[in-house]
């Protein structure tokens, strides 16, 4: 089932039978809000005339996601390449998906700015982020861009309901802390490791300095502590917090940006963010 953007799924689909989509599409909003869902969702469409999630493995698609290491490299460019140029089997197109666009290396971006130029005629790639900003701009300005709004609380608390059987009071309470993002609303309640990851951003924030500071450095020398996610789970604290404090919360959401694109230290970063003497 996909939430909102019934207007951008419209299009989609009258562009779809007419054969109307450009060579590229960056499909940008905040996470959980269906992005990837209905970039899938066209690919199937294309080949089944179903807008929804597929059934099986789609003939014309190609799905390209981060390695472990969070990267997407060039050869994994040149597979798109060389998978976009060739002919389609069933759909009018080969559509290629490149989810969290944003761990593409500078070469696979080159890479891909070099498909733009020279689009194959029957090539369609979308690149799904968080932000256009987190890509190169030369890349960027070749690419139609398409923004993914928040879902309403109503919405999504119906889903939550109908498709997940959680209890209204409780799907009202994730859909709220949500924020209109129906993926982190699932994920607040199925996802154990991202709700401890919520009880520590929760913890850390009523820390007084030196404590803070102590946190932080057994918090960050753990080997999988992933800046970004502790950031996220921060800004969603903050929001929830009684004392809202709008400008930390935008400053967190601006290094979790920075996170994504520049190799930073944690303990350093956290400890400017929050006035943390070293």
Excluded at 160 to 166: A, G, M, P, R
Aim: hydrophobic fraction near 40%; charge should be neutral.
């Amino acid at each position: 089932m996909i939430l909102g953007h019934k207007n951008l799924i419209a299009d989609f689909k009258k562009m779809a039978d007419g054969m109307l989509f450009g060579h590229g599409y960056i499909f940008f909003g905040s996470e959980g809000v269906g992005k990837f869902l209905i970039a899938r969702a066209i690919a199937n469409y294309l080949e089944t005339k179903n807008f929804g999630w597929p059934e099986g493995t789609l003939s014309d698609a190609l799905i390209i996601e981060p390695d472990e290491k969070n990267s997407i490299g060039i050869d994994r460019a040149r597979e798109i390449s060389g998978y976009l140029y060739q002919k389609p089997i069933i759909s009018k197109y080969r559509t290629v998906i490149i989810n969290d666009a944003e761990a593409l290396t500078p070469e696979a971006q080159n890479s891909l700015l070099k498909i733009s130029e020279e689009p194959p005629a029957a090539g369609l790639l979308i690149l799904v982020a968080r932000d256009p900003e987190l890509l190169r701009g030369t890349l960027v300005s070749r690419f139609n861009k398409l923004f993914f709004s928040n879902i309403s609380i109503k919405e999504i608390v119906g889903w939550l309901v109908e498709e997940h059987k959680i209890s209204p009071v409780k799907a009202e309470g994730l859909a709220r802390e949500s924020f209109g993002r129906p993926g982190l609303a699932l994920k607040l309640y199925k996802d154990e490791d991202y709700k401890e990851l919520l009880e520590e951003a929760k913890k850390f924030l009523k820390l007084r300095d030196s404590e803070q500071k102590d946190f932080l450095k057994n918090l960050t020398s753990e080997v999988a502590f992933n800046l970004e996610g502790f950031l996220d789970a921060v800004a969603v604290n903050i929001a929830l917090s009684e004392k809202r404090s709008p400008a930390l919360w935008h400053r967190t959401l601006q290094l979790k940006k920075e996170a994504s694109y520049f190799n930073l230290n944690p303990r350093v970063q956290l400890q400017a963010l929050f006035g943390i003497e070293r």
